[in-house]
């Protein structure tokens, strides 16, 4: 062990010394070293991850930034589309009151033209039929739309009429003509409907109007069933209107060749 000293000192007090106070200086001095070289350490560990966390959060802001930007350029594309999407929209709308606009006056058109095409076919229809009626045979010029039709053959002055009722229906005579008699009434048909010349048959029901030449020379107005051949001329007439008398008709008969008259009595006589 190491004794200590005491000496004096100018002031007359006493003062210890340590023998060993060189070697604890060197101690505390290293752990001071050591105290802050840890702290330098720790400094500069706190200062790398300030800089990483500095770094990180330039990052996050740059990305935030990036993203920031995105947004705004996907909002400024949805108000152009919008945008955009509102003029194509109010452009297909004046358009389609335009088309709408367009389609009614097309539909007023084409009913204009309808009308115009209807008076033009009428009045087509009539020309056709008038020059049918200049190619018919001015001696069989009853108009060709009477085929089918029923009508009366009545001699106006004498008050008598065409009746298919003499003879049990098998002979035709001149009767007090009678609106009621069911016998009187006669159908008209062309032979060739294709034929504006085409001859006609007269018939009332399935019997018609023939005109025979028997032996006796007395032209015999018959009705009979529907004949064919050379007979069947015998049921075919011409029939012609007077121009000149409206309502006046002739008949003329192709089998005998001659006219057919309505007069007073029971009788046809020919022309």
């Known amino acids: 062990m190491q004794a200590n000293s005491m000496s004096s000192s100018t002031s007359g007090k006493p003062v210890f010394k340590n023998g060993n106070?060189?070697?604890?200086?060197?101690?505390?001095?290293q752990k001071k070293a050591e105290?802050?070289?840890?702290?330098?350490?720790?400094?500069?560990k706190e200062e790398e991850r300030i800089k990483e966390d500095l770094a990180a959060f330039k990052e996050l802001k740059a990305e935030f930034s990036?993203?920031?930007?995105?947004l705004e350029e996907v909002n400024q594309k949805a108000e152009a589309d919008r945008s955009s999407n509102e003029k194509?929209?109010?452009?297909i709308r004046e358009k389609l009151e335009l088309s709408q606009e367009e389609a009614q006056e097309m539909a007023d058109s084409c009913e204009g033209y309808k009308r115009k095409l209807d008076s033009a076919q009428e009045e087509l229809a009539k020309v056709k039929k008038e020059k049918k009626?200049?190619?018919?045979?001015e001696w069989n010029n009853l108009d060709p739309e009477c085929h089918g039709r029923q009508f009366n053959i009545i001699n106006v002055?004498?008050?008598?009429?065409?009746?298919?009722?003499?003879?049990?229906?098998?002979?035709?005579?001149?009767?007090?003509?009678?609106?009621k008699n069911g016998s009187q009434p006669m159908t008209v048909e062309r032979v060739n409907t294709g034929d504006s010349n085409s001859p006609w048959t007269i018939r009332s029901g399935n019997r018609y109007l023939e005109l025979r030449d028997?032996?006796?020379?007395?032209?015999?107005?018959?009705?009979?069933?529907?004949?064919?051949?050379?007979e069947a001329r015998n049921q075919e007439w011409l029939i012609g209107f007077n121009g000149y008398r409206p309502g006046h008709y002739w008949l003329w008969n192709e089998g005998q060749r001659c006219y057919l008259k309505l007069v007073s009595g029971d009788l046809f006589k020919n022309g």
Not at 35 to 44: M, N, P, S, V
Not at 88 to 91: A, G, V, W
Not at 214 to 228: E, F, H, I, L
């Open 214 to 230: 028997p032996s006796s020379g007395s032209y015999q107005p018959m009705c009979s069933a529907r004949r064919s051949g050379s």
């Open 157 to 179: 002055y004498a008050r008598i009429a065409l009746d298919f009722g003499a003879d049990n229906g098998t002979r035709c005579h001149a009767w007090n003509w009678d609106p």
């Open 21 to 29: 106070s060189s070697g604890k200086t060197t101690d505390l001095q």
């Open 35 to 44: 105290a802050e070289a840890e702290i330098e350490a720790a400094r500069k």
């Open 88 to 91: 194509e929209m109010k452009h």
């Open 66 to 70: 990036t993203l920031r930007k995105q």
């Open 133 to 137: 009626a200049l190619e018919r045979d």
